[in-house]
């Protein structure tokens, strides 16, 4: 009773100044509202010329504020690391009893037809997902998504080796990595031609230059994506 | 401000949506549950961002013959991506120490695991 | 002479990529990784050195990664704070050299290469956070260091890690959950993200959102610090982590709670538009109970790690206390804490590492009588220990009597009270760890056969040990390099 009393009372004390400040906010969907007129609006008029990309969010995301995303690769690797470094090795001090849960879940028959089937649409899907990200909604993350789901409902339906195979073995810790080693490498190629860390060459004859490099980055967040992805949920899988 | 809430209805049930959230990280003594708290908790920072963006009307920010303004704020949805991937990659670690902490304790429950300690 | 302009975006991505690669390296042999992260650490502190030389010399600088100009692009600013990247550098590099036997021994072969990937990106986290000038940007790297710490807490091995690394995530996850959402709001108020445009753009907002933004930014930003309500995560993680991890953690992680602050306060002060007074007030008395709470719980501890983690709380306090009261001194005071603390934190730390390493105990009762089996290392604890009371010739000193000066300043002398209170407290628990450490009789005479730490433990104690005396001796240096930075800070409350 004094338990429930306490988490009313904290839950009331959080509500109630949230509600006051947001009550206070400029009004929901309102055009005139500051993120409506300051940073935006140059978004929106200057984004297709100066980024290279109809799809404004993706003009946001890989050309003005590129090293969020940088960060945000590094975030996601920083996960795989992190559940890689706490799980491997582990399993000392395991419970007899509670130890014993069966170690692969039978697959039945359609599912495991349907996943082979749906195959190479859904790497057909992604790939097109991961190219077109600057016309369309899509882009690196999403694609890599899209391909990571398919490699873990591959590790589901296949064996433990036959899972291992599907994924190079020599590269992996270099494909995990690829995110942020291609945002590094574009970045100092950008260096190099425009004299700034990440900048592209939008105007000018090497504008070519510029379409190649954002290509890049999207199929290096799309692989990396992917392949952090899958090795999480194989990692959290692997030796029960 | 009840009446000043009504337009910002959005807003509001992101607040609402919050302490849901947190009412499950406060109670749920199951690991997994809790962490599922905090989860909504994430997701209602992420609808009050992204609802900062709306605009009444406005169309999806993406250029091409055809669209009219008023477009909708691309800001927030490129920020929200982000820390989709961010809540992602904490929920991940999240699940992976309560594999570990399942295998040697063989709970997950909180108040039985205080007694293990 | 200016350097280079893109090298602050170098600073972060140096680091970054180097991490991400180090798993590749040590995939064949373990050492590697740790030879590679170190060469990449060595390689940030060089661009962190020719950077600071510059703000000493020429003042704050910025640059705009991408060329894309300052409200639509991210502004990364290095300013006089930022300059804790110096100690972050100098931490990190010597926390790598400590791992090296640690590591070799606590873990097993799989886990080094990612432990090392971990730790750098630990630091670039922090290094990133401590020069970033976007808000959003703030965030992203906060969360590359929260995860890696998280990560690292677990990897020590000992038997509730994985309980106090979970504890630690959930913590750490809600404040950086509330701090997005203040950012949000200030997003909603300014239509920006950039922190020097948001503090143009904020006079005339509404009272209430921004009393709840900047009233969260502190709330979230105080979990991280740790202050006293709001430390239950600390003494577990901190103690149960790795000894160079627990150094890292204990000396740099929980100041980026302060460093976040202080980004608070330039946005709060600059803009005139938030009565920050209510709120100093609160921190006031979150950092008096912080000295008096920590240093009390750090008495009763036996474990040694335990005792430095509440030690650390205490610390913290006069850091929050010092910001709290808005006055020049115990605002300088309190920013040169961050650094001296850091510098002690990590002596003591890694200090106590080696002797856990060399003899397999962890507690005072049994760690008696060690200083005449391991003279080098109890002589560097001792030097921390007397540096962290804050005794004259060392490090701690300047900044507490700073921070004392501050609150006469500022008209609260009863602060200054509650500091030299805890002040005798910490003396009491580090008279007790010193006294057994020499004086006491060993439990077990075992203790006196063991041998002294090996050379890449001992090196890394030794350098930061005479730190805290150099410290001490030259204090005026690091005041009089923050003392610009302060003034800029409280100009517009009238020169403070």
């Known amino acids: ?240 | 401000m009840i009446a000043a809430l009504w337009h910002n209805l959005d807003y509001a049930a992101s607040v609402i949506l919050f302490c849901i959230g947190l009412y499950a990280v406060i109670t749920k003594e199951n690991l997994i549950k809790k962490f599922m708290g905090l989860n909504i908790m994430e997701t209602a920072v992420f609808a009050f961002i992204v609802a900062i963006g709306v605009v009444d009307g406005g169309e999806a920010p993406i250029m091409g013959p055809g669209v009219e303004p008023p477009f909708i704020n691309p800001l927030p949805q490129a920020l929200i991506l982000t820390g989709i991937v961010v809540a992602l990659s904490t929920t991940a670690l999240a699940l992976s120490l309560i594999i570990r902490i399942w295998r040697q304790c063989g709970t997950i429950e909180a108040n039985e695991l205080r007694e293990v300690e | 002479m200016t350097p280079w302009p893109p090298l602050l975006a170098l600073l972060i991505v140096v680091p970054l990529t180097g991490a991400v690669i180090t798993p590749v390296v040590g995939r064949t042999r373990a050492v590697r990784s740790a030879n590679w992260s170190l060469g990449v650490m060595l390689a940030t502190s060089v661009i962190a050195l020719v950077l600071v030389v510059q703000v000493a010399r020429a003042g704050p600088f910025s640059y705009v990664v991408g060329g894309w100009l300052a409200p639509y692009g991210i502004e990364l600013r290095f300013d006089e704070f930022g300059a804790v990247i110096a100690v972050i550098c100098l931490l990190g590099t010597l926390a790598m050299v400590f791992s090296r036997r640690y590591a070799a021994r606590a873990m097993a072969e799989q886990r080094i290469p990612y432990y090392y990937a971990l730790l750098l990106l630990n630091l670039t986290g922090m290094i990133g956070f401590a020069v970033t000038g976007d808000l959003f940007n703030l965030f992203v790297f906060m969360e590359i260091l929260s995860l890696s710490g998280y990560a690292l807490v677990a990897v020590s091995g000992e038997k509730i890690a994985e309980m106090a690394a979970f504890k630690y995530l959930i913590m750490g996850a809600i404040s950086s959950l509330v701090i997005l959402l203040a950012i949000g709001i200030l997003y909603a108020l300014t239509g920006s993200l950039n922190m020097a445009d948001v503090t143009e753009r904020l006079g005339g907002a509404p009272a209430a959102p921004l009393a709840v933004a900047f009233g969260a930014l502190t709330l979230g930003f105080m979990v991280k610090a740790a202050a006293f309500p709001l430390h239950i995560w600390l003494p577990d993680a901190h103690a149960i982590a790795p000894s160079p991890v627990s150094a890292i953690l204990s000396g740099l992680v929980v100041k980026v709670g302060i460093i976040g602050m202080l980004r608070v306060y330039q946005i709060a002060y600059g803009s005139g538009a938030v009565d920050m007074r209510t709120l100093n007030h609160v921190l006031m008395w979150l950092g008096a109970l912080s000295i008096v709470m920590g240093a009390f719980f750090a008495v009763f501890q036996d474990d040694i790690k335990m005792m430095l983690a509440y030690s650390t709380i205490s610390n913290i306090g006069y850091i929050i206390l010092g910001l709290g009261l808005a006055s020049s001194y115990g605002m300088i005071g309190a920013s040169v804490h961050v650094f001296n603390h850091a510098i002690i934190k990590a002596t003591l730390f890694l200090g106590a590492g080696a002797l856990i390493f060399q003899t397999g105990k962890r507690t005072l009762t049994d760690l008696a009588g060690v200083g005449h089996a391991m003279p080098w290392t109890v002589a560097a604890i001792s030097v921390g220990a007397i540096s962290i009371v804050g005794i004259p010739p060392t490090a701690g000193f300047v900044c507490k009597w700073y921070i004392a000066l501050g609150a006469v300043q500022a008209g609260h002398p009863f602060f200054a009270f509650a500091l030299v209170f805890g002040a005798l407290f910490i003396f009491i628990y580090y008279i007790r760890m010193v006294n057994a450490f020499y004086f006491r009789q060993p439990r077990d005479p075992a203790i006196l056969e063991v041998t002294e730490a090996p050379a890449s433990m001992l090196v890394p104690v030794l350098i930061l040990a005479s730190l805290c005396l150099i410290m001490g001796v030259m204090g005026s240096v690091p005041l009089s390099f923050i003392e610009p930075a302060v003034h800029r800070l409280l100009l517009p409350l009238g020169g403070g």
Do not use: C, K
């Open chain 1, 1 to 240: 009773m004094m338990r429930r009393a306490l988490v009313i009372f904290v839950l009331v004390a959080v509500a109630i100044p949230l509600m006051l400040a947001m009550a206070e906010l400029p009004r929901h969907g309102s055009p005139d509202a500051p993120p409506q007129t300051h940073v935006a609006p140059y978004y929106l008029e200057h984004g297709p010329e100066e980024a290279g990309a109809e799809n404004i969010v993706t003009a946001v995301i890989l050309n003005y504020r590129g090293l969020d995303t940088q960060g945000e690769v590094t975030v996601i690797f920083t996960a795989m690391a992190a559940v890689v470094a706490v799980l491997v090795a582990g399993g000392a001090g395991v419970p007899a009893d509670r130890a014993a849960a069966p170690a692969t879940t039978p697959v039945s028959l359609i599912v495991r037809f349907i996943v082979r089937v749906l195959a190479p649409f859904i790497v057909l899907f992604s790939v097109y997902v991961i190219l077109n990200g600057h016309v369309t909604p899509g882009g690196g993350f999403q694609g890599g998504t899209i391909l990571g789901a398919l490699l873990i409902a591959l590790t589901l339906i296949m064996s433990e080796s036959d899972a291992r195979a599907l994924l190079p073995q020599r590269p992996e810790r270099l494909l995990q990595a690829a995110a942020p080693l291609t945002f590094f490498a574009v970045g100092m190629i950008g260096l190099l031609l425009t004299g700034d860390y990440l900048a592209y060459p939008h105007s000018g004859p090497t504008i070519w230059i510029a379409t190649l490099m954002l290509t890049v980055v999207e199929i290096g967040i799309g692989i990396g994506g992917a392949m952090v992805v899958a090795t999480i949920f194989r990692t959290m899988g692997a030796d029960r």
